[in-house]
């Protein structure tokens, strides 16, 4: 079996679901391809989501051409650095850049909001904090980046989606300080039982990736038991966080089956109860 391989089609859900996180302009299929596979399982709406300028752009027209694709837009947490300060040791493996300082920060946010005013894009996102790959010195940048997609998202009525990665207490701090927007959503959820139950005190959605099937993600599987099933959302994060059994090989949103039945079976629901709720849900998360 090659690690390459895209995985066989699951059993198609009896109930709709949405993929509320994809990339698919990272995936091998056709965008046709990607969402005539996803339709086939019963995976019926996917929300695409940017990570820079021209992924954001990409998004919106993707959305704008396909009505069951809707749009998030951001710079990643790990963008907002690399713009200011460039990339000269390859710290974010995406190859050399020069810095452009605060004014080309400020450019691209600017590049942003216009977007998210658009009707078909229907988050601010992904964007957030991320400590895992950005060192100390881009942590200013990242935050402000931060602070301004909130202020985006609050001004034109779109959810805010956020990466958090190893960076929980400061996300849910600044989410405080500043005054999260109406809906907030915790995209790839990773925080532990405790932190979801202060998320579902402030409402914010919890969505859930492949990773929560991965042997070693009991913290991950225990946030899932005690949030909310009102609060709850799944995604692919495709290409990444492919669902066990194929961990490793390429994600894609048809495989939102496998990772639904898993979370089905940590809340004690049947597949098509939750199935229901996180249709509805994320219809109601990103107001579509």
Same mark, same amino acid.
């Given at each position: #079996?090659?690690?390459?391989?895209?995985?066989?089609?699951?059993?198609?859900? @009896?109930?709709?679901?949405?993929?509320?996180?994809?990339?698919?302009?990272?995936?091998?299929? $056709?965008?046709?391809?990607?969402?005539? *596979?996803?339709?086939?399982?019963?995976?019926?709406?996917?929300?695409?989501?940017?990570? =820079?300028?021209?992924?954001?752009?990409?998004?919106?027209? !993707? %959305?704008?051409?396909?009505?069951?694709?809707?749009?998030?837009?951001?710079?990643?947490?790990?963008?907002?650095? *690399?713009?200011?300060?460039?990339?000269?040791?390859?710290?974010? @493996?995406?190859?050399?850049?020069?810095?452009?300082?605060?004014?080309?920060?400020?450019?691209?946010?600017?590049?942003?909001?216009?977007? %998210?005013?658009?009707?078909?894009?229907?988050?601010?996102?992904?964007?957030?904090?991320?400590?895992?790959? !950005?060192?100390? &010195?881009?942590?200013? %940048?990242?935050?402000?980046?931060?602070?301004?997609?909130?202020?985006? %998202?609050?001004?034109?009525?779109?959810?805010?989606?956020?990466?958090? @990665?190893?960076?929980?207490?400061?996300?849910?701090?600044?989410?405080?300080?500043?005054?999260?927007?109406? *809906?907030?959503?915790?995209?790839?959820?990773?925080?532990?039982?405790? #932190?979801?139950?202060?998320?579902?005190?402030?409402?914010?959605? #919890?969505?859930?990736?492949?990773?929560?099937?991965?042997?070693?993600?009991?913290?991950?599987?225990?946030?899932?038991?005690?949030?909310? $099933? &009102?609060?709850?959302?799944?995604?692919?994060?495709?290409?990444?966080?492919?669902?066990?059994?194929?961990?490793?090989?390429?994600?894609?949103?048809?495989?939102?089956?496998?990772?639904?039945?898993?979370?089905?079976?940590?809340?004690?629901? =049947?597949?098509?109860?939750?199935?229901?709720?996180?249709?509805?849900?994320?219809?109601?998360?990103?107001?579509?």
């Amino acid at each position: #079996m090659s690690r390459t391989e895209a995985p066989p089609l699951p059993e198609p859900l @009896r109930v709709p679901v949405a993929d509320s996180h994809t990339h698919l302009d990272m995936q091998d299929a $056709t965008v046709e391809e990607g969402l005539a *596979r996803a339709a086939a399982v019963n995976v019926t709406t996917v929300v695409q989501v940017g990570c =820079d300028v021209a992924g954001s752009r990409w998004a919106a027209e !993707t %959305a704008a051409a396909h009505p069951n694709v809707h749009a998030a837009v951001a710079l990643h947490p790990n963008e907002a650095p *690399r713009i200011v300060h460039g990339d000269p040791d390859g710290w974010s @493996r995406q190859g050399a850049r020069e810095g452009g300082g605060q004014a080309a920060l400020h450019e691209a946010l600017a590049e942003i909001d216009a977007l %998210a005013a658009l009707d078909h894009v229907r988050g601010v996102g992904e964007t957030g904090l991320d400590c895992f790959r !950005t060192g100390p &010195e881009g942590m200013a %940048a990242q935050e402000e980046s931060f602070r301004a997609h909130i202020e985006i %998202a609050k001004r034109h009525g779109k959810a805010l989606v956020i990466h958090d @990665r190893e960076a929980h207490a400061d996300v849910l701090r600044i989410l405080a300080d500043a005054g999260a927007p109406e *809906r907030t959503v915790f995209h790839c959820y990773s925080g532990d039982a405790d #932190m979801a139950r202060i998320c579902a005190d402030a409402g914010y959605f #919890m969505s859930f990736a492949g990773n929560v099937t991965f042997k070693n993600a009991q913290p991950l599987r225990d946030a899932l038991a005690v949030a909310p $099933t &009102e609060l709850v959302l799944v995604e692919t994060d495709a290409p990444f966080l492919t669902p066990a059994p194929y961990r490793g090989r390429p994600n894609a949103p048809y495989l939102i089956p496998v990772t639904l039945r898993a979370m089905a079976a940590v809340k004690g629901l =049947d597949e098509d109860t939750l199935a229901s709720a996180v249709f509805d849900n994320t219809a109601r998360a990103f107001d579509y």
